[in-house]
């Protein structure tokens, strides 16, 4: 009987110290995650996901308003486009070791819209995005591409 409640001690405390181990913040995990989540926002095209990302002071290669820009090129988009597809290739997630509140996230990225399930059209870009830490979150402030 002893042994029993032992083992069941035991697996409850290493259970817990599990929980509390994935609970942890972890900085790359959070970019990871943010990055994941700006892609699935724009494939469900869920402007209002997709805006939450961007940092208040989001800037983009636009010379007007960045948070505007962004609310309308996404808004135009997903009207044309029934079905929006990003494909990231090589992506790489990396936090600024000199400054622990920037990460940089830089890929190749093939953006696909259709009408159905065919796409219509495929673009090719290099992208280059700068994420800063806010309210225990990554946001994105700067959007690059070529």
Same mark, same amino acid.
């Given at each position: ?8 001690? %035991? ?7 599990? $929980? ?5 913040? &972890? =900085?790359?995990? *959070?970019?990871? /995650? ?45 009207? %044309? ?7 990231? $290739? ?5 936090? &600024? =070791?000199?400054? *622990?509140?920037? /990460? ?43």
């Amino acid at each position: 009987m002893s042994r029993t409640v032992n083992r069941k001690r %035991r697996s409850l405390l290493c259970a817990m110290l599990l $929980l509390a181990a994935c609970s942890r913040s &972890d =900085p790359q995990a *959070a970019l990871d /995650a943010a990055v994941g989540n700006l892609q699935t926002a724009l494939e469900k095209k869920d402007v209002s996901a997709a805006l939450a990302l961007l940092h208040p002071d989001f800037a983009a290669q636009q010379p007007e308003d960045d948070r505007e820009w962004a609310k309308r090129t996404m808004t135009a988009l997903f009207l %044309r486009y029934q079905n929006i597809r990003i494909i990231a $290739l090589l992506p790489k997630n990396s936090l &600024d =070791p000199l400054v *622990a509140t920037r /990460a940089l996230t830089e890929a190749q990225v093939t953006l696909t819209g259709a009408e159905g399930l065919l796409p219509d059209s495929a673009r090719q870009y290099r992208v280059s995005l700068e994420w800063r830490w806010l309210d225990k979150q990554w946001k994105l402030i700067r959007l690059q591409w070529e």
